[in-house]
């Protein structure tokens, strides 16, 4: 019996044994193998890809980690610290700075041994927001000396000596604009690459002020105070962008995925060039890399190596990892083949899809596969293989527990995948319905140019191959800008996509902006004065005091000493009233007059001065002046009253017939047709009236009384209010600087002048060039192009989606012109008619009793000429009727305009003048 029990207990061991044999067998099979690092945000999205690679080929569950806090985090928890006595807290970290000397040496006294393995490569550039139109042909170039004082503030503007003489070609048309220097606020690895690069570049300088004497690395403490600290390479992106003048640094990939700012060109040991031209791994195959994987490498960098293509500030990204991973079991060896994969030719390709610089292959091959053979894994931990995706599959060794397999996949990545392509053609049929699509442009505005913008728009929208949809609504200079503004329930964003006045945005509204606006002229206008006294050889004359006076109600009659001191030949009834008529309502040509009133005779004598007040809209105009409604109403009552005065647009009265006030400028009296409109506004350029940056608030800018000797006083400037942002618009963003572009063009500035007002200098059309150059549109929206409709075809590109071309026409259109045409010939011959009767009445003879004859012959000359002349404005009217029938008939884009059936569209005259 005892012999039966111990056999039994003896059993029961045995069994227990044999599961607590089965459970650790059964334990080792299904541990999961743990990979944790940290360290750069850089390759974070790279690296936590490649772990989800890695998990998802692996036939054993792994759990991989990467926790992205950058270069000097990661650095330091893989070294550990005293109290952990200097042990990792992950088991990789990476960096885009080698381990620095302090750390390397705690590692050494821990008995650790670490190796660098580098496994990407990237580029620091400067980019500056410069204007194109300022800049030498092939850009601007800047030595490691000047980039030195640049960002030590030893120089401080963009036309200093030194940079002139780099950048032959570099012109500012006598400005001396200053260089905005923007830099990193917290640690960066860029600030590190380009401080180190301007100063291990500058080393062995002649030129003593061309040392960096500020420290280096990824933060600094002593940055000059005139600097601007932006956070992050949005932050320092963003600053270039938006301010004229401005230099930093960035990432190259990221400064040259934005179109409105540009790189500059750095000088390596054969001359200038870009990023865009370097070969950036030829800094690493120059580069003399440590011998023994295992030494200090901080004093490892890629800057200014030899080589035509290199690139002077080359950057390179570290895995930082202990040479003995023994202690680490089955995760060393799953480290070693994390890190071989990202080494491998899928891992490299990866890298570029991540925005960086593959290794080149020699290095690869050689250094790196060296450095990671070098990497000493427990002898019982098994180590990793892979089978690819698009090989052979390996037979029965494929299926091995250590196998990373391609032809493993979870269905979260298949269906990612899947997803992916989906996205694709997702896209392509967004884009080809986005082409189907009208590109819309809308704005508000003055009301002036109205009628301009609107035959504009409709030429746009004539020659453009896809549809466009183009509205402007015209509701005066103040709704303008209130609507290009926005307002609070807005979020101050505009509610169109431009806004137009007749004046500047004032500075509360413009103090509210959510984002930087532009102010662009596009067009000049003039008010005058005119009145209805009799006709007489020389026009009435008027200073600022005198005028100042008139409609103040100070002088109120037209015999008055001040209205005779400087009118001596004028003779007018005694005590005769003088009749002044100024608009109701809120007006431009108000203020323009008001407001050079007020600024003319600031410093005249008290009795001089404007104590009214200024602007669009007076409360206080002394009772007994007369109101008119409107620009007519001002004219129907100058027309109806005999010595009446008031102001109006220049053409406006001048197409009406009205007598002018010649007005002073500082060196005489002239009337507007003898002035120079442009004038005004060149000289307000040169005097730096208007803003050297266009974002800046605009509120003080007016043309009133500029030197020169035609520059006329009162001179007004009509302008697009656009944010300088367009990113967010799309195709409407680019649209609408093409629109503003077409304005500015030489077709746009003849309009101009046919719709009444006058167009800009080359000045201030240059000017406004640069301006459009800061508006930043999005940059995958395509840029609308021209071809002239007196051009030669542009053979194929002509026909481009994009193209704006004159050759395509509506039938409206053509007939419109035309129309035209023959009204031109048609008023011609009224005028030679009006000729040949003004002879023949002064050719009469002298009438007598005897001669009752030949007055009756002359009376039939003179009868038959008034006839041809009434027939001659019979079909004027006719015509007149015509172009009004088209226009009505008309309607839409691509409209016909027949004649209603059964009428005659047009009546063949003697001369072949077709009406």
Known sequence: MNKYISCLVYASIMFSCFTLLLDVVIAEETEVIELHGSGTTNPSKYFWRIMDYIEEQAKLPLFMTYRAVGSGTGMAEFVGQASNDYQPYNHFGSGDIPITSDLYQALAEANRTMVHVPFALGAISFFHSVPVKEQPENGIQLSPCLLSKIFQRKIKY??????????????????????KVVHRTVGSSSTAASTEYMKSANLNAVDTSCLWDLSTGNLLEDWPVDTTAAVGSGGVAAFIENTPYAIGYLDSGHGQAISTISEVALKNDHGYLRSTDANISDALTAAVLPTNPTDNWADVQLYSQPGVATWPITTMSYFYIDQNLTALGSTGTLLKAFVQHVMSEAGQALVEEFGFERLPPSIVDGYITDTINSLVTHSDAAPWSFEEKDEVPQKFVGAGKYVLSGKRQSYAEYERDQMSGQIQDLQASVLALDARAPHELHGSGTTNPSKFFWRLMDLMEERAKLPLFMTYRAVGSSTGMKEAVGDESSGYMPYNHFGSGDIPVTQELHSSLASP???????????????????????????????????????????HADVLAENPGLSVPEGMNISVVHRSLGSSSTAGLTEYLDKATQSLASDCRWDLETGS??????????????????????????????????????????????????????????????????????????????????????????????????????????????????????????????????????????????????????????????????????????????????????????????????YTDYKTDLIQDNLSQLEALVTQLQAKITTLESAAPVSSDDDDHDDDDHEDIVGVAIAALILALLALLLSLFNTYKAHASGGGLGSGCAAPQGQPNHVKMSNDVTV
Not at 158 to 179: Q, V, Y
Not at 533 to 544: E, F, G, I, R
């Open 617 to 810: 809209q007076l409360s206080d105009w002394p009772q007994d002046t007369f109101v008119g409604v409107g620009s007519d109403g001002v004219a129907a009552f100058i027309r109806d009253n005999a010595y009446a005065i008031g102001y109006l647009d220049a053409g406006h009265g001048m197409d009406l017939g009205f007598q002018e006030v010649a007005l002073q400028n500082d060196e005489q009296y002239l009337v507007s047709s003898a002035a120079d409109i442009g004038a005004a506004a060149t000289e307000a350029l040169k005097a730096s009236v208007l803003p050297a940056d266009p974002s800046e608030s605009w509120h003080m800018v007016n043309l009133y009384s500029q030197p020169g000797s035609l520059s006329w006083p009162i001179t007004t400037m009509s302008y697009f209010y656009i944010r300088k942002d367009l990113k967010d618009l799309g195709s409407s963003g680019t649209l609408l600087k093409a629109f503003v572009s077409h304005v500015l063009s030489t077709e746009g500035q003849d309009l101009v002048e046919e719709f009444g007002f006058n167009r800009l200098s080359a000045e201030i059309l240059e000017y406004n060039a640069r301006t459009l150059e800061s508006v930043a549109v999005d940059s995958t929206a395509a840029n609308w192009e021209f071809e002239e409709g007196s051009d030669v075809p542009d053979v194929y590109q002509g026909a481009g989606k994009y193209v704006l071309s004159g050759k395509r026409r509506t």
């Open 517 to 559: 606006m532009v102010h662009v002229p596009f067009a000049l206008g003039a008010i005058a004065i005119f009145h209805s006294l009799p006709a007489s050889d020389s026009p009435v004359q008027m200073s600022a005091c005198l005028l100042s006076k008139v409609f103040q109600r100070r002088v109120t009659t037209w015999d």
């Open 158 to 179: 963009w036309d200093h000596p030194d940079i002139l003489a780099e950048n032959d070609g570099l012109s500012f048309n006598g400005k001396s604009p200053e260089i």
